[in-house]
């Protein structure tokens, strides 16, 4: 152990036996162990980026703290770390590749929500969606033949009604489609990434196949390496899945066969909030936009965007809590940004995010924008939209949408 260098990982505040501690989440879930570490320790963690050794960081962390680190204490906890397979190394590589080999292996991708965020069983499950709908009432006078959706991907326990009006009402463009691209929030990926997968996705209602030719064609366009790369984050992602339950679901209640359906994982794009870039320059987005235009030539395409809207609060690190007038002040600046998707203006949509520096967090900021830009589409409609709690006290909030374009 050299130069140890930790992965990519997400860091949650808990407290353990009275004590602030930081919890070391691995969202490949390579291991069974999750680590804790305490505050002081923690800022070793920073410290692990593969520049240094061992001693150069005991020596480091002992300035930061003003106090001797034995250096037992720092090779402990990397020995743990690497036990954990949080470090990037041949170790933490090969398990990576025997969980990607095993998830390759399977026939399908087995869905992880299951009996957890949903029931497994299709008639309770059927019964479930029924509820939702239950509390919409409103008739359309002429079934809805569009191109896109966006719909949440909050747990149904809070967005189920936003799922019920917006998946109805698509469910006539749904039952025509020759395949459906279900464009997800990849949050766990590398900036600007699109990531694929061959493996066709489950749901409690049976498997929805997949089109590995038109796959295929995608991976080649950005390069094969690059967009199975991070593979492993379609395993337990669920913001393509909690989608793709809905739409196997339209099809189970039509007593219809499902199309194919292409799941499509994009990253963060908050590197071009700072470095200047713009994702319409993007070459891999570029290349890939205009092989899936090419390859659905004549098809009958849905695209999906898997999207939820603004995080704020507290509980995302606001030092506010969202009152009445800050809930109607987001409230306004949400309907600006569906305004922009509902005109099919990608450019303004981006737009909206960058002037305010992605302050409210969008959590579908990059899947959505590649979606417009693959639509191209020039009008639609908007048919929910709700501010869920996010934490106990009710004073963060999570802001979700339905919206069908044309």
């Known amino acids: 152990m050299s130069k140890p260098h930790l992965r990519s990982l997400d860091f949650q505040p808990v407290s353990h036996h009275g004590r602030p501690m930081w919890l070391l989440r691995d969202p490949w879930q390579l291991g069974e162990r999750q680590l804790i570490f305490p ?27 003003g106090e001797e680190v034995p250096l ?15 470090l990037i190394n041949e170790r933490f590589e090969a398990q990576r590749r025997r969980l990607l080999d095993d998830y390759r292996r399977q026939p399908y991708r087995p869905p992880a929500l299951a009996d957890l965020s949903y029931p497994a069983a299709p008639d309770d499950l059927a019964e479930l969606f029924r509820q939702y709908g239950a509390e919409d009432d409103e008739s359309e006078a002429e079934p809805w033949r569009g191109r896109g959706v966006v719909s949440p991907h909050i747990d149904y326990g809070r967005g189920g009604p936003v799922y019920a009006r917006v998946w109805r009402r698509a469910t006539p463009s749904i039952l025509q489609a020759d395949v459906v691209l279900i464009f997800g929030t990849d949050h766990n990926g590398r900036p600007g990434s699109i990531t694929l997968t061959r493996q066709p996705y489950a749901t409690p209602y049976g498997v929805l196949p997949n089109d590995p030719a038109l796959i295929d064609r995608l991976a080649e366009s950005i390069g094969p390496e690059a967009a199975y790369a991070e593979e492993l984050n379609h395993r337990n992602e669920h913001s393509v899945e909690l989608s793709a339950v809905w ?8 007593g219809r066969a499902p199309c194919p359906m292409i799941p499509i994982l994009i990253g963060s794009f908050h590197h071009f909030l700072h470095n200047g870039a713009h994702p319409a320059d993007h070459p891999p987005f570029v290349r890939f936009l205009a092989a899936l235009r090419e390859a659905t030539r004549g098809r009958r395409v849905l695209a999906v965007a898997s999207v939820d809207l603004a995080h704020v609060g507290p509980a995302f690190g606001d030092s506010f809590a969202m009152d009445e007038k800050r809930r109607a002040r987001l409230a306004d600046h949400d309907q600006q940004l569906m305004a922009a998707a509902l005109r099919g203006d990608a450019a303004d949509y981006y737009r909206q995010i960058w002037n305010v520096g992605d302050r409210n967090r969008i959590c579908g900021f990059s899947p959505l924008y590649l979606m417009l830009r693959f639509l191209e589409t020039s009008g639609g409609r908007q048919v929910a939209y709700d501010q869920c709690p996010a934490d106990p006290t009710d004073t963060s909030l999570v802001s979700i949408c339905g919206l069908l374009l044309d």
């Not at 037992?72 to 949080?86: N, Q």
């Open 39 to 65: 505050q002081a320790l923690a800022q070793m963690l920073l410290l692990c980026d593969g520049t240094r050794t061992p001693e150069e960081i005991q020596s480091e962390l002992a300035a930061q703290l």
């Open 72 to 86: 037992s204490v720092v090779t402990e906890a990397l020995a743990e770390l690497d036990k954990a397979y949080l």
């Open 247 to 254: 739409l196997h679901h339209t099809f189970h209640q039509a």
